[in-house]
């Protein structure tokens, strides 16, 4: 009670605090009203003036609102009209008071929660006008191109009048229009956009390639989607690797094969079950004994969605049984006695499948070692004790044995994904095929993500799958997470219809506070409770009866699914029943505008995957909001047909989403603008949420009820239990972003140190100071590599310094023999310094000051890219395997950033002996020519994942897979076609040192 009364009291609080500043900038609008246009326009210039002066925007806020709301006030008066998405627009909007109060909570650098059809395109346009006087750029963050270019053309109108240059950032654009774009006052992209050109602008090889200019504010729509739902996994840029080492192809038919094989196996016991428990589905009593409970264990891990057992599980006691056995297997630690006779085992839970002893054996008859990695310890360890062996062939069988054991270890994985794909990867549900290619489906929108690909190697077992062409793998080129990218903004804002459940995470996370804005009218939508059905099938018949009965009232109807594949089971149906309607999902968006636009006319019927995101109101049509009324001429309609139902919008829920925020935003389509409407939601106990996450709880309840097949329910404690489920799933989710941001915020200090030199090196500024730091850190380093100052001089290695030394600065060490014997070590140290600045002044008279800042940055930048994408790629391997640190007891975490520093530190020394070693050899006769930008021939990749694909797994620190964005496969360094000797390797040329630390700096 306490937490509800301190919620409204900060609604209040809020409200108190806004009122008077709506009223203040409703009198100055009034005051405006005798401003011509041109006068209008001019305040722009007039606020920039005072900005440049010493006021600050807040200062300003009152008269810049006014300015918006009048020149709304002036444009709905006239009618103007001008072109939206190829259509003439006619302005009639005058922003309401709560418009404007959104617009105060959006430049303070909060999140504004507005219900659905409160105008929040409008309410944006207050603050970016305001914050564009600057001159650094306002950006408004939409969540797909559609609704970039449809607001940025619908509100630059108003924008354009009051003085202000409107840009649009779209997916085919080039870098010139990006730039031109980003150059407007104000610009409206998606989140993948504006992300994926921070990445590319710390790629590209010359200055006049950038496109961003500045991040200094952003007000973010559907925030919660944008900063949340996709916040799980990073935006990534890859390349595609010189050589794949892929065998998905090769792999597929043996793991087709297994998988039929367990099929076969689970089916024959499914056969055995259903006989024993046929009396239970006529509701007689059945004792399941202890035989027939490990068969249906051992079902549930082989093929927990196969319909036949689900059927099965709905018998009262079965699911229970299960669990009991499950229980005692795991108590006596003999889980691997229960899969004995699997051939693998699927973890639904946690979305992975692995593979039992018998699977090995069946996969790996055709060659025993299959599973079988070299120890690359023991065998380096023999190699190196060989005597016999030369240095140079020392390095190739070590390369050899390293090749082997990637090519194995790159066949184990691929033959885990191909399981997954088979197992737990449905057609039309994560994904759709289409001209012969694996689609992903976007879980929170229903749309396609034909730009994305799922990671780790999974895009492609699913085209191995599929029989479609497996593409290349690929490697990472630049990454960042969605939050870090948008934390460089000076000021973040948001708006949305659903933040309050995640205010806390916006608060940790993004320091955003969420202010709920009163609606203009009472909100008139009846909010239903659910109704939940035994079977899917059950559920669904339900479904159609009242889409049926709704549709001969003449009401319209939206029916929300989750997925492709329920969509159109549910067309199928309904056109069984000759209901005319229409399907928006991920197959159809094309027609998304002209769906949306009719879906609240007289009888609509509208199937939809997740209406979240979808940006477009349904307005209803007149006749609508007149029921019952004479519109129509059906005899058989009376006015007592309508008794008790609620007119309006009518929304049918077909399955809870993972998340509450999407199921309040699939009842917010209907009640905009207190219209009525009515919202309820089918489910039933084969729902994956229902079934994953809240299963004995919800078929105890029911049993206790005593429902039988075809019977519904309604009844507060199974809301309860699916509130409960729904709560643990956003929990778990919470925890993977968590995860993410911990391990990315470590990644991202780093980041910072690389595209900062990066940019400097671009615009050449202080290269010469920069290449003298290099210089003189390459030289101090391999000195205290090869020289220990507390020995005697007669134990230094210089033969090993000269070496090192000639290699560095192409000149040898400036000391006569046994010269060094006479001196100090810092003697020592300073000759070599003294001698390595000559040959660097030398080398800039040579090259005089033009060429030689144009090679530096040449070099410079060519260095960076190749250390960092080296060191993103070490990342991903040190973070795939930090997790099993927890069984050690350490936190994986700190381990994870202990190794990376000293990954980062290494490739620091790295970047600067190459730097100067490349910039010695190099003789140039002309200015370099910079190759084309490399952003061209690579991929970007955002994949959204669900709970139930991407559960961590126990005692890892971060959530597997968790680079995800779905790349083409594992990102791989790049494979060449001579053996490769390790980094860490000793230097063929017999040095004794490591070969990053020699020969390979």
Same mark, same amino acid.
């Given at each position: 009670?306490?937490?509800?009364?301190?919620?409204?009291?900060?609604?209040?609080?809020?409200?108190?605090?806004?009122?008077?500043?709506?009223?203040?900038?409703?009198?100055?609008?009034?005051?405006?009203?005798?401003?011509?246009?041109?006068?209008?326009?001019?305040?722009?210039?007039?606020?920039?003036?005072?900005?440049?002066?010493?006021?600050?925007?807040?200062?300003?806020?009152?008269?810049?609102?006014?300015?918006?709301?009048?020149?709304?006030?002036?444009?709905?008066?006239? @009618?103007?009209?001008?072109?939206?998405?190829?259509?003439?627009?006619?302005?009639?909007?005058?922003?309401?008071?709560?418009?404007?109060?959104?617009?105060?909570?959006?430049?303070?650098?909060?999140?504004?929660?507005?219900?659905?059809?409160?105008?929040?395109?409008?309410?944006?346009?207050?603050?970016?006008?305001?914050?564009?006087?600057?001159?650094?750029?306002?950006?408004?963050?939409?969540?797909?191109?559609?609704?970039?270019?449809?607001?940025?053309?619908?509100?630059?109108?108003?924008?354009?009048?009051?003085?202000?240059?409107?840009?649009?950032?779209?997916?085919?654009?080039?870098?010139?229009?990006?730039?031109?774009?980003?150059?407007?006052?104000?610009?409206?992209?998606?989140?993948?956009?504006?992300?994926?050109?921070?990445?590319?602008?710390?790629?590209?090889?010359?200055?006049?390639?950038?496109?961003? @200019?500045?991040?200094?504010?952003?007000?973010?729509?559907?925030?919660?989607?944008?900063?949340?739902?996709?916040?799980?996994?990073?935006?990534?840029?890859?390349?595609?690797?010189?050589?794949?080492?892929?065998?998905?192809?090769?792999?597929?038919?043996?793991?087709?094969?297994?998988?039929?094989?367990?099929?076969?196996?689970?089916?024959?016991?499914?056969?055995?079950?259903?006989?024993?428990?046929?009396?239970?589905?006529?509701?007689?009593?059945?004792?399941?004994?202890?035989?027939?409970?490990?068969?249906?264990?051992?079902?549930?891990?082989?093929?927990?969605?196969?319909?036949?057992?689900?059927?099965?599980?709905?018998?009262?006691?079965?699911?229970?049984?299960?669990?009991?056995?499950?229980?005692?297997?795991?108590?006596?630690?003999?889980?691997?006695?229960?899969?004995?006779?699997?051939?693998?085992?699927?973890?639904?839970?946690?979305?992975?499948?692995?593979?039992?002893? @018998?699977?090995?054996?069946?996969?790996?008859?055709?060659?025993?070692?299959?599973?079988?990695?070299?120890?690359?310890?023991?065998?380096?360890?023999?190699?190196?004790?060989?005597?016999?062996?030369?240095?140079?062939?020392?390095?190739?069988?070590?390369?050899?044995?390293?090749?082997?054991?990637?090519?194995?270890?790159?066949?184990?994985?691929?033959?885990?994904?191909?399981?997954?794909?088979?197992?737990?990867?449905?057609?039309?549900?994560?994904?759709?095929?289409?001209?012969?290619?694996?689609?992903?489906?976007?879980?929170?929108?229903?749309?396609?993500?034909?730009?994305?690909?799922?990671?780790?190697?999974?895009?492609?077992?699913?085209?191995?799958?599929?029989?479609?062409?497996?593409?290349?793998?690929?490697?990472?080129?630049?990454?960042?997470?969605?939050?870090?990218?948008?934390?460089?903004?000076?000021?973040?804002?948001?708006?949305?219809?659903?933040?309050?459940?995640?205010?806390?995470?916006?608060?940790?996370?993004?320091?955003?506070?969420?202010?709920?804005?009163?609606?203009?009218?009472?909100?008139?939508?009846?909010?239903?409770?659910?109704?939940?059905?035994?079977?899917?099938?059950?559920?669904?018949?339900?479904?159609?009866?009242?889409?049926?009965?709704?549709?001969?009232?003449?009401?319209?109807?939206?029916?929300?699914?989750?997925?492709?594949?329920?969509?159109?089971?549910?067309?199928?149906?309904?056109?069984?029943?000759?209901?005319?309607?229409?399907?928006?999902?991920?197959?159809?968006?094309?027609?998304?505008?002209?769906?949306?636009?009719?879906?609240?006319?007289?009888?609509?019927?509208?199937?939809?995957?997740?209406?979240?995101?979808?940006?477009?109101?349904?307005?209803?049509?007149?006749?609508?909001?007149?029921?019952?009324?004479?519109?129509?001429?059906?005899?058989?309609?009376?006015?007592?047909?309508?008794?008790?139902?609620?007119?309006?919008?009518?929304?049918?829920?077909?399955?809870?989403?993972?998340?509450?925020?999407?199921?309040?935003?699939?009842?917010?389509?209907?009640?905009?603008?207190?219209?009525?409407?009515?919202?309820?939601?089918?489910?039933?106990?084969?729902?994956?949420?229902?079934?994953?996450?809240?299963?004995?709880?919800?078929?105890?309840?029911?049993?206790?009820?005593?429902?039988?097949?075809?019977?519904?329910?309604?009844?507060?404690?199974?809301?309860?239990?699916?509130?409960?489920?729904?709560?643990?799933?956003?929990?778990?989710?919470?925890?993977?972003?968590?995860?993410?941001?911990?391990?990315?915020?470590?990644?991202?200090?780093?980041?910072?140190?690389?595209?900062?030199?990066?940019?400097?090196?671009?615009?050449?500024?202080?290269?010469?100071?920069?290449?003298?730091?290099?210089?003189?850190?390459?030289?101090?380093?391999?000195?205290?590599?090869?020289?220990?100052?507390?020995?005697?001089?007669?134990?230094?290695?210089?033969?090993?310094?000269?070496?090192?030394?000639?290699?560095?600065?192409?000149?040898?060490?400036?000391?006569?023999?046994?010269?060094?014997?006479?001196?100090?070590?810092?003697?020592?140290?300073?000759?070599?310094?003294?001698?390595?600045?000559?040959?660097?002044?030398?080398?800039?008279?040579?090259?005089?000051?033009?060429?030689?800042?144009?090679?530096?940055?040449?070099?410079?930048?060519?260095?960076?890219?190749?250390?960092?994408?080296?060191?993103?790629?070490?990342?991903?391997?040190?973070?795939?395997?930090?997790?099993?640190?927890?069984?050690?007891?350490?936190?994986?975490?700190?381990?994870?950033?202990?190794?990376?520093?000293?990954?980062?530190?290494?490739?620091?020394?790295?970047?600067?002996?190459?730097?100067?070693?490349?910039?010695?050899?190099?003789?140039?006769?002309?200015?370099?020519?910079?190759?084309?930008?490399?952003?061209?021939?690579?991929?970007?990749?955002?994949?959204?994942?669900?709970?139930?694909?991407?559960?961590?797994?126990?005692?890892?620190?971060?959530?597997?897979?968790?680079?995800?964005?779905?790349?083409?496969?594992?990102?791989?360094?790049?494979?060449?076609?001579?053996?490769?000797?390790?980094?860490?390797?000793?230097?063929?040329?017999?040095?004794?040192?490591?070969?990053?630390?020699?020969?390979?700096?």
């Amino acid at each position: 009670m306490g937490f509800l009364e301190g919620l409204f009291s900060k609604k209040r609080k809020d409200y108190a605090k806004l009122q008077p500043l709506v009223d203040r900038i409703k009198e100055i609008r009034e005051s405006y009203a005798d401003l011509d246009d041109d006068a209008l326009r001019a305040k722009r210039a007039e606020f920039r003036s005072r900005y440049d002066a010493g006021e600050s925007l807040d200062d300003l806020l009152d008269e810049a609102f006014a300015v918006v709301w009048e020149g709304c006030r002036r444009l709905a008066e006239r @009618r103007a009209t001008w072109v939206v998405w190829g259509s003439d627009m006619t302005w009639d909007m005058i922003p309401y008071d709560v418009q404007v109060m959104g617009g105060i909570v959006l430049h303070q650098g909060k999140i504004a929660e507005m219900a659905t059809g409160e105008g929040k395109t409008l309410v944006a346009i207050f603050p970016l006008y305001l914050n564009s006087v600057p001159g650094r750029g306002a950006h408004l963050v939409t969540v797909n191109d559609y609704l970039a270019k449809r607001d940025a053309q619908w509100m630059g109108g108003v924008l354009e009048f009051l003085g202000c240059s409107v840009g649009c950032i779209q997916g085919q654009m080039t870098p010139e229009e990006r730039r031109e774009a980003y150059g407007k006052d104000v610009t409206y992209g998606t989140n993948n956009e504006f992300g994926f050109d921070y990445l590319r602008d710390n790629m590209v090889v010359q200055p006049e390639h950038l496109v961003h @200019r500045d991040f200094f504010y952003a007000i973010v729509d559907e925030v919660d989607s944008v900063l949340i739902d996709e916040a799980r996994t990073p935006l990534i840029i890859s390349g595609a690797v010189d050589k794949s080492t892929h065998q998905f192809s090769e792999l597929n038919p043996r793991v087709a094969k297994l998988v039929r094989h367990q099929l076969k196996i689970v089916n024959d016991w499914l056969s055995d079950a259903e006989r024993t428990l046929r009396p239970a589905l006529q509701g007689e009593d059945v004792d399941i004994d202890d035989e027939l409970a490990l068969k249906l264990l051992r079902i549930s891990r082989g093929a927990p969605k196969n319909p036949r057992f689900r059927k099965l599980a709905q018998i009262p006691g079965v699911l229970e049984r299960i669990q009991r056995t499950e229980a005692a297997f795991m108590k006596d630690k003999a889980m691997w006695e229960a899969d004995a006779d699997l051939l693998y085992v699927v973890e639904e839970k946690h979305h992975s499948v692995d593979l039992t002893e @018998r699977g090995r054996e069946l996969l790996g008859s055709e060659e025993k070692e299959f599973f079988v990695l070299p120890d690359l310890a023991e065998e380096a360890g023999r190699i190196q004790g060989d005597e016999t062996l030369a240095p140079p062939e020392k390095a190739r069988q070590l390369a050899a044995i390293e090749q082997q054991y990637a090519l194995k270890n790159e066949r184990i994985s691929n033959v885990d994904q191909l399981l997954r794909a088979y197992s737990l990867y449905e057609k039309d549900v994560e994904y759709v095929m289409q001209d012969g290619k694996v689609i992903i489906v976007d879980t929170f929108t229903g749309r396609l993500q034909p730009g994305r690909r799922f990671s780790d190697g999974l895009h492609q077992a699913l085209e191995a799958k599929e029989g479609v062409t497996v593409q290349k793998e690929t490697q990472t080129l630049a990454t960042v997470t969605v939050q870090n990218f948008f934390r460089k903004y000076e000021k973040l804002a948001g708006m949305t219809g659903t933040a309050e459940t995640e205010e806390a995470e916006f608060g940790g996370i993004y320091d955003l506070d969420v202010v709920v804005i009163p609606t203009h009218r009472p909100v008139a939508r009846a909010d239903l409770d659910d109704v939940i059905y035994k079977t899917k099938k059950e559920k669904y018949k339900a479904i159609v009866d009242e889409v049926s009965r709704l549709h001969t009232l003449g009401l319209p109807v939206l029916v929300g699914t989750t997925t492709v594949e329920v969509s159109e089971l549910l067309s199928r149906l309904l056109q069984l029943r000759g209901i005319n309607h229409n399907v928006l999902n991920a197959k159809h968006h094309q027609r998304e505008a002209e769906i949306v636009k009719d879906a609240g006319q007289v009888g609509a019927v509208t199937i939809a995957t997740n209406m979240a995101g979808r940006g477009t109101d349904i307005k209803l049509a007149p006749e609508v909001l007149q029921l019952p009324g004479k519109w129509t001429a059906d005899p058989n309609l009376t006015p007592d047909m309508y008794e008790g139902q609620a007119t309006g919008l009518q929304i049918i829920g077909t399955e809870r989403h993972e998340s509450r925020r999407i199921d309040r935003q699939l009842r917010g389509r209907s009640g905009r603008q207190g219209d009525p409407g009515q919202a309820i939601f089918f489910l039933s106990l084969e729902d994956d949420l229902m079934r994953l996450f809240s299963p004995d709880r919800i078929i105890k309840v029911m049993d206790r009820l005593g429902v039988q097949e075809g019977e519904v329910i309604t009844h507060s404690m199974v809301t309860k239990a699916i509130e409960k489920a729904q709560v643990r799933v956003e929990t778990q989710n919470y925890e993977i972003r968590k995860h993410l941001l911990e391990y990315d915020d470590v990644v991202n200090k780093q980041r910072e140190v690389i595209y900062g030199l990066r940019r400097d090196a671009l615009t050449g500024e202080g290269m010469d100071e920069q290449y003298q730091d290099f210089l003189e850190n390459a030289v101090q380093t391999l000195f205290e590599e090869c020289i220990n100052p507390d020995e005697a001089p007669d134990f230094w290695d210089m033969n090993r310094l000269a070496l090192l030394y000639q290699g560095l600065v192409l000149a040898p060490v400036p000391l006569k023999d046994e010269e060094h014997l006479e001196m100090g070590h810092e003697a020592v140290l300073d000759r070599l310094l003294e001698t390595a600045r000559g040959r660097y002044r030398d080398k800039m008279l040579r090259l005089g000051p033009d060429l030689a800042l144009k090679l530096q940055k040449f070099v410079l930048v060519q260095i960076l890219d190749e250390h960092w994408r080296d060191h993103l790629n070490e990342l991903i391997m040190l973070r795939s395997g930090i997790g099993l640190r927890s069984y050690g007891q350490r936190d994986p975490l700190v381990e994870y950033k202990a190794e990376s520093f000293r990954l980062f530190e290494g490739m620091m020394g790295g970047i600067e002996r190459s730097a100067i070693n490349l910039f010695f050899r190099a003789e140039l006769a002309a200015p370099p020519q910079p190759a084309a930008p490399e952003v061209q021939n690579v991929q970007t990749r955002h994949q959204e994942v669900s709970a139930y694909e991407h559960a961590p797994a126990a005692g890892d620190g971060a959530p597997a897979g968790v680079m995800n964005a779905g790349s083409e496969g594992k990102p791989r360094p790049v494979q060449r076609d001579e053996p490769k000797v390790g980094r860490n390797d000793p230097c063929p040329c017999g040095s004794g040192r490591k070969y990053k630390r020699c020969c390979g700096a």
